[in-house]
């Protein structure tokens, strides 16, 4: 079998079309009040009051403080060229033809600045959030945007011919994370793996484990030979072959034996690699084997295929594809001299097997020695006739670790090896714990773009203070569960929202809370289209930086005011709802107690 299926992902269907008939959140209000100063601004120009010939789009930019509204829109600056007037007069004139007492959404329009519109919304908008969050629960920020559409990401993907390093644990947690993202929004996507079992670097890997076989049953002066692996945890292995079967393998030729350490160091090290990944809760649901891909023929019929569309020539003794047809500067050999195959084409027969199982969308993320792949990896898709979107790349980018001077700590200072997934894992568990060390090392990774080099300070991963952003974020979330732990201690229950005075959440920070919660929704979904698994831990930040002195300043639970105490519960409820189902779609636990 070339995809070994492991679990399958369904998006929650009946859920999903449930909460996008009662979904509130900021992207429906912006495009309701849009459609509300068009209106005004279609009044406008049958008034005469404002010489242009088209109602333009509405643009909107973020506000600076709740004081200067919900949101705002330059379109009075936009206008002012084709109007010929002054933005200010523009703004006025759209203002005048607001009727608020149609419109209940908006409760006050300003004019600021040179002529920005600050739109203050409704409070009831607000409360309608909290009702949401409350009804949508763990699904809230989830949407059928989607539309069942089946993408497929592969990632990581690391030559099984050693453990995994830091670079593929940012990957990692970056392709988990925008597959539950994608999930969240609609899609069907799945976690794919290629094992890349076949090829000069695996035979490399045979010769290796060979070299240390040998040695450690006492042969002397041998080199790993030209571009083989002079890891440590070949040595380890190759021991443990000599101690288990002692000489026995050296009764076969070189080339048998070769072949078949090969094999068993692909199977010992992918397994190693399985057990680091679901350690690192990353668990695939399809494994494709190089091999498999090879074996199946699909290669001859993607060479077969290109020479009936008139791609390949032959030239020094080689055959070559016509790269220069798709805009590259040079051609690429796809048949060595020898007869066998380079990388380019299995590659190519992998993705036309991708599109065989029916994905609309294929994502690679790949490392960042892969970036001169990319455009011929593209060429390669298009020339099998996909279409130029179907296939999508990014780059995970360089990781370093480094101390708090920001000097690169390039050696486990513990262990004295470089650095693999696993070793960083060990040296955060050393200080914070399995659990948290997991969490630590996932919210990391996630911190920055995928295309921008990560600086991972490894002192700041394990200080257990507000310093620390992932433990800033789940002490917000454990805070809010300790709250509720304190109402239940004081037999304080909670009561059903539609009998709970909303309107207590009076107080400026309580509505810049709820501000930030009716974000979420759209920051998922611009997190999952846009690929930039980064926004969420960012946005968790910025939600927890606000919960954290609202706590401080003011007082949840209060017996003497009760219909505020229901209230300031409803929002904590909702705060740990959101808190909680971001660091989900992050991989990161929601912990009830630091």
């Known amino acids: 079998m070339i995809g070994a299926i492991r679990k399958s992902h369904l998006p929650p269907w009946i859920t999903l079309i449930w909460y996008n008939i009662g979904e509130i959140n900021m992207d429906e209000t912006k495009s309701e009040i849009q459609e509300i100063l068009k209106g005004a601004i279609r009044t406008a120009i049958s008034a005469g009051e404002l010489p242009i010939s088209e109602v333009p789009e509405i643009p909107f930019s973020p506000t600076k403080t709740p004081e200067h509204g919900d949101i705002a829109t330059p379109i009075a600056l936009g206008l002012a060229k084709s109007a010929k007037m002054a933005p200010r007069a523009i703004a006025d004139t759209i203002v005048k033809h607001v009727n608020r007492t149609e419109h209940p959404s908006i409760r006050e329009l300003q004019i600021a600045g040179p002529g920005f519109i600050n739109v203050y919304l409704s409070y009831e908008w607000l409360y309608d959030t ?22 497929q990401i592969e990632f990581v993907s690391a030559n099984p011919t050693g453990p995994l390093n830091i670079v593929s644990g940012r990957a990692a947690a970056v392709g988990d994370t925008l597959v539950n993202l994608l999930n969240a929004t609609g899609y069907e996507a799945i976690r794919e793996y290629y094992v890349n079992d076949a090829g000069g670097q695996v035979e490399r890997l045979g010769e290796s484990i060979d070299i240390r076989y040998r040695e450690a049953l006492g042969e002397k002066n041998l080199e790993i030979p030209e571009g083989g692996y002079q890891g440590e945890y070949l040595q380890e292995f190759a021991h443990t072959i000599a101690t288990q ?14 072949a078949l350490f090969k094999e068993k160091g692909i199977e010992h090290l992918l ?34 295929l290109f020479r009936e569309k008139n791609y390949l020539y032959e030239a020094e003794d080689a055959t070559w594809f016509r790269m220069t047809d798709f805009g590259d500067d040079k051609d690429c050999v796809v048949i060595r001299s020898d007869g066998e195959y380079t990388y380019f084409v299995p590659d190519a027969a992998y993705h036309r097997d991708k599109y065989d199982r029916g994905f609309d969308k294929v994502i690679d993320l790949l490392g960042p020695d892969h970036q001169g792949h990319v455009t011929r ?3 390669f898709v298009k020339a099998l006739g996909l279409a130029d979107d179907w296939l999508e790349v990014d780059i995970i980018q360089q990781v370093n670790l480094v101390d708090a001077d920001g000097n690169r700590q390039d050696m ?15 040296e955060l568990a050393d200080a914070v714990g399995e659990k948290f060390a997991v969490d630590v090392a996932r919210y990391f990774f996630l911190m920055r773009s995928n295309n ?6 490894l002192e700041l991963a394990i200080t257990q203070a507000n310093e620390n952003p992932v433990f800033y974020i789940q002490y917000a979330h454990a805070r809010c569960f300790s709250i509720f732990q304190q109402a239940k201690e004081q037999q304080i229950q909670m009561i059903p929202i539609d009998d709970t005075s909303l309107e207590l959440l009076s107080e400026p920070s309580e509505h810049e809370l709820i501000r930030k919660l009716a974000d979420f929704p759209s920051i998922v979904l611009s997190s999952a289209e846009e690929r930039e698994a980064h926004r969420i831990p960012h946005y968790l930040y910025e939600l927890a930086g606000i919960f954290h002195p609202y706590y401080k300043q003011h007082r949840v639970l209060d017996a003497a005011n009760m219909e505020r105490t229901h209230a300031r519960l409803v929002l904590t409820q909702c705060v740990q709802t959101v808190l909680a189902n971001g660091l989900n779609l992050l991989g990161i636990s929601a912990p009830e107690s630091m």
């Not at 074996?295 to 060479?303: A, C, E, L, R």
Request: net charge positive; glycine share 8%; aromatic share 8%.
């Open 412 to 426: 486990s200072k513990r262990r004295g090896q470089f650095f693999t997934l696993d070793l960083l894992i060990d």
């Open 377 to 379: 990896l593209k060429n």
């Open 245 to 258: 079967k002692g000489d026995v393998y050296l009764k076969h030729s070189q080339e048998k034996r070769i």
């Open 452 to 457: 921008a080099h990560l600086d991972f300070n």
């Open 271 to 304: 397994a190693q690699q399985k057990t680091s990944l679901e350690r690192f809760r990353v668990n695939f649901d399809v494994w494709t084997r190089e091999k498999a891909i090879r074996d199946s023929g699909k290669p001859d019929q993607i060479i077969e």
């Open 130 to 151: 909290l009702r949401t969050i409350v009804s949508a629960k763990s699904v809230y920020g989830n949407s059928g945007i989607g539309k069942g559409k089946r993408i």
